[in-house]
């Protein structure tokens, strides 16, 4: 073993045990027998050079460690296969979070506590009162697979809650929801909720200042906040609306200052930080990025009442050691991957990266320090933390900036210089905002007095973040797509969106889903994808269709939109119509245009104008049919029209031939008539279909008449979403992304 290794394990001897765990369990993730290995390897090695019984220790370390991340997986899988196999069953459960949701839906993780899988971890599907953490949930209802993904680019949720431990969803009967909330729990839930009142009293709620105190100090992401959180995305200091380890140590930092002050002996102060960190933690919910830094501060701090010198590289191993050898599903969590790794890499490469900015902090060299005046030792000190923040800041970016990239496909070298600005901005509202939570129980109009001066401060982080996200080269964007592709999406309840893309720069949305499925799936996907939508074309004015309006042309820039009416009943398509083109979108009216151009001489010919004058009809009886040209193909997009949409075409004598009919369904007529299909002759539908509401379900009689045609279907409640792409002899591939399936259309001669 050279030499430098060898001081590196005598130094920080928990953290090179932590790495060797970490292998393993990265390996046996792979291949068991292969961690296995692994670990004997790397335990062989140290006994040989003279670390006899740390070599044995780290052998049986390991040998736990991966037994159990092995025996866990296992368990859980079993778990998963006898719950399916259930049926309706009666459950119980204790929530581990507040539950997500309004209405008459809600979320959250729960803990049986009753039945054959006592102890198992389920995601809990409930109907009628939210609960809260620690109360008990009791349902009749069905257990389920873990949602996969179902379209190109959507978040793998089922792989996410796998790693949490979760083996399936219970899907509980939406008549039959009881909740049972102890004294405790409501006490808990009392307290997180008066603290969030506190912080953010006397201001607007939805104003971006309101939104900013409550991402920074509890990590509640912005809702409807697309545009504040791309701001912070792509300055690269996102991280700031998250409770994590800089949070926890800002609060440290902010009672270790008024304990000095107060003149607490360094013992009593360290029991009493602790205090305040866990309570911070747990009154912010508990998330997992903050309980690991809060374990690490008391590991950190306790270095001191056991009068050790604090080590901060031991101090992550020791953490990362529990972690890992209690579950070693966390390495394979992002945020878990980001927060030891910028951590490790403060610890390991902040003496090399001071070395870049020390001639910011040297002294005039011919200037005695007796000499200074009271301002030059000031710019002095000044120019001194400014190179602390720099590098520190320098060697957070170089040990985030491969996980950023890999997890996220962005690089923000902004970061740098974003960090070292809003870093301070952050102390200040956070201590403000921890100081007005203190003062509202007992003076409410001084904590909104507080609340008013801390929204001077979160605007200027977000500022901040917006001049500095606009600057040339301050992010990039890894994932950009170069493949000319149709996606047509599969989404739930009847909702519709396509998107069309030639590669490169700009795209055109064909319908942008309901609000919700636009901002959880539509808009993540297309980021994953490396697409940035710049044209928007609407079918007609229903709600399943819209987007949420503003949050399409916040999340994407936006250029133009064509819409299919001019008057609508529905408030978002009103406000596509008004504040769309006040945002610097400039509108078409569908009868205004015949021919959209698109990227990659594409074409998009609107076959159908809807009547405008009858806008209290119903939305699927005013949809616009359109017909892309693309390379020789023709797709025909119907939406949720119905017959008599359908009998106006065939009545207006134009040719309607298309290769592949796009559909969805009409919910109170018939779609796709035989007449109509006859017309068209398609060689290939894309159907969407939905069990919820029944309306959308695709009659199954109708789909196998269609295949008796010679027509291939595509029923997305099997094939999830689907993608068109040319290739360069000139055929059309379709392909299923949920069941694989796979169509190529060759050019009809």
């Known amino acids: 073993m050279g030499t430098r290794a060898a001081a590196f394990l005598e130094h920080h001897p928990l953290f090179a045990a932590a790495l060797m765990m970490v292998g393993g369990v990265a390996l046996a993730n792979w291949m068991p027998l292969v961690g296995g290995l692994w670990v004997v390897f790397a335990a062989t090695a140290v006994g ?31 778990t998963e296969r006898a ?16 539950g997500m949701g309004a209405g008459n839906g809600w979320a959250s993780g729960v803990v049986l506590t009753t039945g054959p899988h006592r102890g198992a971890r389920v995601w809990w599907r409930g109907a009628g009162e939210i609960p809260v953490a620690g109360a008990i949930v009791r349902a009749r209802g069905r257990f389920q697979p873990l949602p996969q993904p179902r379209n190109p680019g959507e978040f793998d949720k089922a792989q996410y809650l796998l790693r949490q431990g979760v083996a399936a969803v219970f899907q509980a009967n939406r008549d039959r929801n009881q909740v049972s909330t102890g004294s405790w729990a409501e006490l808990g839930a009392r307290i997180r909720h008066g603290f969030r009142t506190a912080i953010t009293a006397g201001l607007d709620q939805e104003s971006a200042a309101a939104m900013t105190i409550r991402a920074v100090v509890i ?12 701001a912070f995305r792509h300055s690269g200091t996102l991280h700031i609306f998250s409770v994590s380890g800089m949070h926890v140590a800002m609060v440290a930092s902010i009672a270790w200052l008024l304990l000095r002050r107060a003149g607490v002996p360094r013992r009593s102060a360290v029991a009493v930080l602790l205090a305040l960190v866990f309570g911070y933690t747990w009154i912010t919910g508990s998330s997992p990025p903050a309980v690991r830094s809060a374990w690490m501060a008391a590991v950190f701090l306790g270095a001191f009442v056991w009068r050790r010198r604090p080590d901060l590289l031991n101090s992550l191993g020791l953490v990362l050691f529990v972690a890992v050898l209690w579950d070693g599903n966390l390495l394979f969590q992002p945020g878990v991957q980001l927060s030891y790794g910028v951590v490790a890499a403060i610890a390991l490469g902040t003496g090399w990266t001071c070395r870049w900015f020390a001639w910011m902090a040297r002294p005039e060299p011919y200037l005695p320090m007796e000499m200074r005046s009271t301002w030059q030792q000031r710019w002095l000190d000044l120019r001194t933390r400014i190179a602390q923040g720099l590098a520190v800041s320098t060697t957070a970016f170089i040990g985030s900036a491969p996980l950023t990239a890999w997890h996220f496909g962005l690089l923000a070298p902004i970061s740098v210089v974003a960090t070292l600005l809003l870093v301070p901005l952050v102390y200040v509202l956070l201590g403000a905002a921890l100081l007005a939570a203190a003062v509202y129980p007992v003076a409410p109009k001084a904590a909104a007095w507080l609340n008013h001066g801390n929204a001077w401060i979160a605007n200027a982080c977000n500022s901040t973040a917006s001049n500095l996200a606009a600057l040339p080269g301050s992010h990039f964007n890894l994932r950009q797509n170069r493949e000319p592709m149709l996606i047509v999406y599969d989404l739930d309840y009847g909702a519709g969106a396509a998107v069309f893309t030639a590669g490169g720069t700009g795209a055109t949305l064909l319908d942008c889903g309901d609000r919700y499925s636009f901002k959880s799936r539509l808009a993540p996907s297309l980021r994953r994808l490396g697409i940035t ?3 928007v074309v609407l079918s007609h004015p229903d709600g399943l269709h819209l987007g949420g309006a503003s949050q399409v042309w916040l999340a994407f820039p936006i250029r133009q939109a064509v819409l299919p009416v001019k008057r609508s009943l529905s408030k978002t398509y009103q406000a596509w119509c008004h504040d769309a083109p006040a945002a610097g979108i400039r509108v078409w009216q569908a009868g205004d245009v015949a021919l959209l151009p698109l990227a990659d001489d ?9 009547e405008q004058s009858q806008f209290t009809r119903v939305a699927d009886d005013r949809v616009m049919v359109c017909r892309l040209h693309w390379r020789g193909w023709r797709i025909l997009f119907t939406s949720d029209a119905g017959t008599s949409i359908e009998s106006a075409l065939l009545a207006s004598g134009r040719d309607l031939a298309a290769d592949v009919i796009v559909a969805g369904r009409h919910r109170r007529d018939l779609s796709l008539g035989d007449v109509f299909i006859d017309r068209v002759g398609p060689r290939a539908i894309i159907a969407a279909n939905d069990a919820y509401p029944p309306e959308e379900r695709l009659d199954p009689q109708q789909a196998a008449y269609w295949k008796t045609l010679g027509i291939r279907v595509f029923d997305q409640a099997q094939t999830g979403g689907v993608t068109l792409r040319p290739n360069p002899d000139g055929n059309l591939m379709i392909e299923g992304f949920a069941d694989g399936s796979s169509l190529h259309l060759k050019p009809s001669r």
Do not use: K
């Open 533 to 535: 939508p710049d044209s």
């Open 83 to 98: 719950m399916l196999a259930a049926g309706e069953v009666i459950a119980e459960g204790r929530v581990r979070q507040d």
């Open 602 to 610: 594409a074409e998009l010919e609107i076959l159908h104008v809807p």
């Open 219 to 230: 990590g509640e992401y912005p809702q409807d906040g697309d545009e504040l959180v791309a």
């Open 48 to 78: 040989l050079h003279g670390h006899r019984w740390r070599g044995l220790a780290w052998s049986l370390c390991g040998a736990v460690t991966i037994s159990s991340f092995t025996w866990r997986n296992h368990h859980r899988d079993q």
